[in-house]
């Protein structure tokens, strides 16, 4: 069973997932718009990364870093 996240859902109405398949393969699920042809994609967290700076970029590493809250808060240091 693939688990997946909205990591964000832009004004025009894409979206972007982070998704876990059961291999354990982390990657990025896009969604377009049905203006834009709802076109599905899926990418490469460091290809997705590298494409540029938008939202769903920031939404991405923003994410990650609260994984590093997670673990200051568990060891305390």
């Known amino acids: 069973m693939k688990k ?5 859902e832009s004004p025009s109405g894409d979206l972007w997932y982070l998704v ?3 291999s354990g ?4 699920h896009h ?3 049905l203006a834009s042809g709802g076109h599905v ?5 460091v290809a997705f990364l590298s ?3 938008g939202p769903e970029q920031q939404e991405l590493l923003r ?3 609260t994984l590093t809250d997670e673990h ?5 240091k």
């Open 51 to 53: 494409r540029g700076s």
């Open 31 to 33: 969604e377009a718009n």
């Open 4 to 8: 997946a996240r909205k990591l964000y």
């Open 72 to 76: 200051t808060a568990a060891t305390g």
């Open 25 to 28: 393969t982390v990657f990025v």
């Open 41 to 45: 994609e899926h990418e490469d967290i």
């Open 63 to 65: 994410l990650i870093g």
């Open 20 to 22: 876990a398949d059961p």
